[in-house]
């Protein structure tokens, strides 16, 4: 028996790896993505491997909450590290402005469906059963709150001659940290698949050549982010063929 595979198009690779939007029930007037958020909060922790799956369903859980009760005011979107550290999580939480963070911490106090869901027991243990704490291992979560950084300078130039070089393959924008370490700047490359990253570094628009001074040595790194989806190599959606199972 032959079987021949289908061709690899740009179509079916976002079958296979849907965009990060469609974690989220939201109409385009309501979605806040890094272009049109005002702040933009990036939330890492890593999983206990032997709790991948319960992890995983915790986190869409919580950012479909966030997604449901602040429309308007925040979308949170779950990514995991594409050749990275295996099982580490990233929350992108956009904003429409910093006034948002009392909005989400007042849920926390007022929201019964919400509490109730951060109080469930996930885990269950020789020495009893744990909260959503327990699926993470402990001291590895952090926050950075990013904020849009105008243009006009270097960093804004390597934006632009991404956005105009790779039109309708890449995307950037540029955000620098606050309450973190001055003078970090981080820029957001969303990219339609991963074939876009070679012909990003063919353009070399990040080499250091002819910049001396710029950028701190060995200070600028690279971390590749894949939407969460249920068909990744970890996890099982509820309800997907009964009980939740590794895949």
């Known amino acids: 028996m032959v079987a021949t595979m289908a061709p690899?198009?740009?179509?079916?690779r976002a079958?296979?790896?849907?965009?990060?939007r469609d974690q989220a029930e939201l109409g385009p007037d309501d979605l806040l993505h890094s272009a049109n958020a005002g702040v933009v909060?990036?939330?890492?922790?890593?999983?206990?491997?032997?709790?991948r799956n319960e992890g995983r369903m915790f986190a869409r859980e919580v950012a479909r909450h966030v997604n449901a009760r602040q429309v308007g005011?925040?979308?949170?979107?779950v990514y995991e590290e594409t050749f990275g550290v295996e099982d580490r999580l990233h929350f992108l939480?956009?904003?429409r402005s910093l006034d948002t963070y009392y909005a989400l911490v007042e849920m926390?106090?007022?929201?019964?469906?919400y509490r109730e869901s951060i109080a469930r027991e996930r885990v269950q243990t020789e020495g009893g059963g744990g909260a959503w704490d327990r699926l993470f291992v402990n001291g590895s979560l952090r926050s950075t709150v990013l904020l849009p950084r105008p243009w006009g300078d270097l960093a804004g130039e390597l934006a632009a001659s991404i956005n105009r070089s790779l039109a309708g393959e890449a995307s950037a924008l540029l955000y620098e940290e606050v309450f973190g370490a001055a003078d970090r700047l981080h820029w957001l490359i969303h990219l339609k698949d991963l074939t876009a990253y070679r012909r990003l570094l063919d353009r070399g628009i990040f080499d250091a050549e002819g910049r001396p001074g710029t950028f701190v040595d060995?200070?600028?790194?690279?971390?590749?982010?894949?939407?969460?989806?249920?068909?990744?190599y970890?996890?099982?959606?509820h309800g997907s063929g009964g009980a939740s199972q590794p895949g």
């Open 8 to 12: 690899m198009t740009a179509e079916r």
């Open 15 to 20: 079958q296979i790896v849907p965009p990060a």
């Open 41 to 51: 909060v990036e939330k890492v922790g890593q999983l206990r491997s032997e709790l």
């Open 73 to 77: 005011a925040a979308t949170a979107f």
């Open 93 to 95: 939480i956009h904003l």
């Open 108 to 113: 926390g106090d007022q929201d019964r469906a």
């Open 218 to 232: 060995g200070s600028i790194t690279d971390v590749a982010l894949t939407p969460h989806h249920w068909g990744l």
């Open 234 to 237: 970890a996890t099982r959606q």
